[in-house]
């Protein structure tokens, strides 16, 4: 059997080791300590924001900040309908409404078009979002500008799900850092990761300094246990912590070794697309910086003699090798099927033909040898 290729495993090198048995030595194992505080600033000073809470995971980020918005019962909430079910549960954890926006075709991202008709609907009914969630998904920055732009139009607070872009950026400016929250994660298939865990950003100290409370399950301060809110169990370890540091200081070579692995597989598919097949790319706007997190593909088999996105991912399966369909959108799920949407088509279209590509930054050499074989060998029954 052949081992398993993974689209996108854990990648760890030796100075977190050094920091996780710092925590032990010290016997900083409980929840808060140094490496905390230092991984904190780490975030700070890598996404330029000014506060960071570390968290225990990017989902957690997402539901302090819809508390911090006030966002209550029966309120309604504006997400990307096209990403990860996290961007979106926290909604409802909160009672309230979420209305789903759809995509546009440069960046896959929430269409800040149809986002406006959204508003102005609502505007209309006098029932304006507490909150709009936009998402940059697999890496590639949002059209953040035309968001900014509309979301102060009519006054609403953003919550920018950076969870898949931490080393991405705008002429610069890093994703997680253009609106009132930013949010991180650290899950396991991340650029970086801290086994689990998410930060939320905001240049507010007031609004972190309240995050960090409720957090700790909001603990008052009093020399008994005493609580004048409901508070959460949602603070990052201080061993988790240690790992995130040594992350962080590979966190630049890690988004290099994505971004190549992205030229390979476009470069490859380059080749193909000469040979008469036309597949595209999720591709990068002017000034926009992705981490290439994950390299996703459109196969469109009216465009490919037929071939699907499905045969690919079967039969690299088959060869133990993981690939995974770009995410299901939200608009699509059982559990959101009631929910108000605005849809163009483009989320379906990508969910249909879209395909995630092992994208790890500690893919080897054999390992490509392998995948680009399996494709040939794809190709090679289409010519």
Same mark, same amino acid.
């Given at each position: 059997m052949k081992s398993r290729i993974w689209l996108s495993s854990p990648h760890i090198g030796t100075k977190e080791l050094q920091y996780v048995n710092e925590a032990f030595s010290t016997n900083w194992?409980?929840?808060? !300590?140094?490496? $905390? %505080?230092? +991984? @904190?600033?780490? &975030?700070?000073?890598?996404?330029?924001?000014?506060? =960071?809470?570390?968290?225990s995971s990017g989902t957690s980020a997402i539901h302090l900040a819809l508390i911090l918005l006030e966002v209550n019962a029966g309120d309604t909430v504006y997400c990307q309908s096209f990403t990860f079910s996290a961007s979106a549960n926290?909604?409802?954890?909160? !009672?309230? $409404?979420? $209305?789903? #926006?759809? /995509? @546009?075709? @440069?960046?896959? %991202?929430m269409d800040p078009k149809l986002l406006k008709i959204a508003l102005e609907?609502?505007?209309? %009914?006098?029932? &304006?979002?507490? =909150?709009? *969630?936009p998402v940059h998904l697999y890496g590639m920055p949002a059209k953040m500008n035309e968001i900014i732009t509309i979301a102060n139009e009519y006054n609403i607070p953003l919550i920018e799900d950076a969870a898949e872009a931490l080393g991405a950026n705008i002429?610069?400016?890093?994703?997680? /850092?253009?609106?009132?929250?930013? $949010?991180?994660? +650290?899950?396991? %298939?991340? #650029? *970086?990761t801290t086994s689990g865990g998410g930060a939320l950003l905001s240049n507010n100290e007031e609004i972190i300094e309240k995050a960090r409370f409720l957090a700790s399950q909001a603990r008052d301060s009093a020399p008994h246990y005493q609580h004048s809110h409901i508070g959460y169990n949602y603070r990052m370890s201080n061993v988790l912590a240690g790992i995130g540091l040594g992350q962080l200081e590979v966190l630049n070579d890690r988004v290099i070794s994505r971004r190549n692995n992205f030229e390979r597989y476009k470069q490859y598919f380059l080749k193909q697309n000469n040979a008469g097949f036309e597949i595209k790319f999720q591709e990068e706007l002017h000034g926009y910086y992705s981490n290439r997190w994950l390299t996703c593909i459109l196969v469109d088999p009216t465009k490919n003699k037929g071939l699907t996105r499905e045969e690919i991912r079967l039969t690299m399966d088959a060869e133990n090798i993981e690939t995974r369909p770009l995410w299901k959108p939200m608009h699509q799920q059982p559990v959101f099927a009631i929910s108000k949407k605005y849809l163009n088509g483009v989320s379906d279209k990508l969910f249909e033909n879209g395909l995630c590509l092992p994208s790890g930054s500690n893919l080897t050499e054999e390992e490509f040898e392998r995948i680009f074989n399996c494709l040939d060998l794809i190709f090679s029954k289409y010519r």
């Open positions: 194992i409980a929840p808060l !300590g140094p490496h $905390v %505080n230092a +991984f @904190e600033k780490g &975030l700070q000073q890598q996404t330029q924001t000014k506060h =960071a809470a570390a968290l926290p909604i409802s954890y909160q !009672g309230a $409404v979420p $209305v789903f #926006i759809d /995509s @546009e075709n @440069e960046t896959w %991202n609907d609502a505007k209309q %009914n006098d029932k &304006l979002p507490k =909150a709009i *969630i002429n610069q400016k890093p994703c997680g /850092s253009f609106s009132d929250f930013g $949010v991180l994660s +650290f899950n396991g %298939n991340k #650029i *970086i």
